[in-house]
């Protein structure tokens, strides 16, 4: 055999990552056995993914610089985190760079009034909101919907942070001066009763073909999603409307690549909540649980690969969140203890043990749902030391 026919072609297809994060490490198991070749551009040469791969740049995600130097070495660019600023990505666009998501879909995931805004434009479910700048109008937004009042950062709040619950006119002036000098509007919500808080996926490829995985419940516990259900106990017809939410939400997005879209039941009835345009956090199930992972989808949506099959591996899939324990303890010292349990598919994502910092995840397929979570969670309380929350 020649040379010629033995030498790798030329010019490989690169995608590249801002960020190197869990996120960006599970997208590299997907990478390994798609043989899709990836470039990381990592905030710190020890972070998750970067301590474990070989092709890494280190720079900061708001460094025009850095993320020009990354998009310059791949032919298309995607990312772990929404922390990117806007004028970067708009910047590195207007330079010729392929950015999946593009940089207008990514501005509506880092703006939750963007997002209410454009949803409620397009007749879409969402909770009545109001947006301000003044805390003071607080009282106000009470009058008419009543105490007590959820008020959102539009941009920049992550797990809870950056979303206050105002349960009377006495709270707003600590809320004031707690959010004084922030340059970011406000989202007034009512407070609004929860029955579930539900999750879906949807991968989307350039030419707008769609994957769309099954509804989920993400069970949360102090703003922190502590356990995924899949799929959701709800009635058929709130499934089906979700997945109707979750094409029209992903064409609204015009989106390349895979997001979430989180829910609330309440009433019987389906509002959108917010949306993440990237792989998520109620989606890590899909590794074991699904035919095609959310980390594989997004690699097959932002290279115009053909999506894959989003069902489900087993009539029950339970993931649950590894959080690091109070004591400041790391949970990988109970491996062997953890990976007793019968089928507990475990992932850790390489970071240091802090209290309450997602540190893994466990995941559990089965055909019973108390016995798949109760599996799940014996896991991860092996893991944590923790006793199950609920
Ligand atoms: P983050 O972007 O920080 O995750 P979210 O907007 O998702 O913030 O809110 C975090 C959590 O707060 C939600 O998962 C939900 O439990 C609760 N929450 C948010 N909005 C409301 C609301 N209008 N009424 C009641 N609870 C809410």
Not at 108 to 114: M, S, Y
Not at 160 to 188: C, K, M, N, S, Y
Request: charged share 20%; with cysteine; aromatic share 4%.
């Amino acid at each position: 055999m020649s040379d010629a026919q033995t030498a790798p072609p030329a010019t490989r297809a690169m995608a590249g990552i801002v960020g190197a994060g869990q996120l960006a490490r599970m997208t590299l198991q997907s990478a390994i056995a798609l043989d899709v070749s990836v470039r990381l551009l990592a905030d710190r040469a020890d972070d998750g993914a970067a301590k474990i791969w070989r092709d890494v740049l280190v720079g900061a995600p708001n460094d025009l610089d850095a993320v020009r130097s990354l998009a310059a070495r791949c032919d298309v660019v995607t990312f772990d985190h929404e922390l990117v600023p806007h004028a970067i990505l708009t910047t590195l666009e207007a330079e010729g760079f392929v950015l999946r998501p593009s940089a207008a879909t990514l501005a509506l995931a880092q703006d939750k009034q963007k997002q209410r805004e454009s949803h409620a434009a397009l007749g879409l479910p969402v909770p009545p909101f109001q947006i301000s700048h003044d805390p003071n109008a607080v009282p106000a937004f009470a009058k008419v919907h009543g105490w007590p009042v959820v008020a959102k950062l539009a941009r920049g709040g992550y797990d809870g942070r950056g979303v206050w619950v105002l349960r009377h006119e006495q709270d707003v002036a600590d809320f004031a001066a707690e959010i004084a000098g922030r340059d970011t509007p406000l989202v007034l919500e009512p407070f609004i009763s929860i029955e579930q808080e539900l999750a879906i996926l949807v991968a989307r490829r350039p030419n707008g073909e769609q994957a769309v995985y099954p509804l989920v419940e993400t069970v949360q516990n102090d703003g922190i999603n502590r356990e995924i259900i899949a799929p959701a106990r709800v009635n058929p017809e709130l499934a089906a409307e979700a997945t109707e939410i979750a094409h029209r939400v992903a064409d609204a997005a015009d989106i390349t690549g895979i997001m979430a879209v989180e829910l609330f039941a309440t009433g019987g009835k389906l509002l959108i909540n917010e949306i993440a345009t990237r792989p998520h956090n109620s989606g890590h199930y899909t590794m074991e649980g699904a035919v095609t992972s959310q980390f594989e989808q997004h690699l097959r949506a932002i290279r115009d690969l053909p999506l894959g099959d989003t069902r489900l591996n087993a009539p029950q899939v339970v993931t649950v969140n590894i959080l690091g324990p109070a004591d400041g303890s790391d949970p990988v010292r109970q491996l062997p203890e953890a990976l007793a349990v019968p089928g507990a598919h475990i992932h850790f994502y390489g970071k240091g043990a802090r209290p309450g910092r997602k540190l893994g995840h466990v995941t559990t397929l089965g055909d019973n749902l108390d016995e798949t979570r109760n599996r799940a969670w014996r896991a991860a309380t092996l893991l944590t030391g923790e006793e199950r929350p609920f």
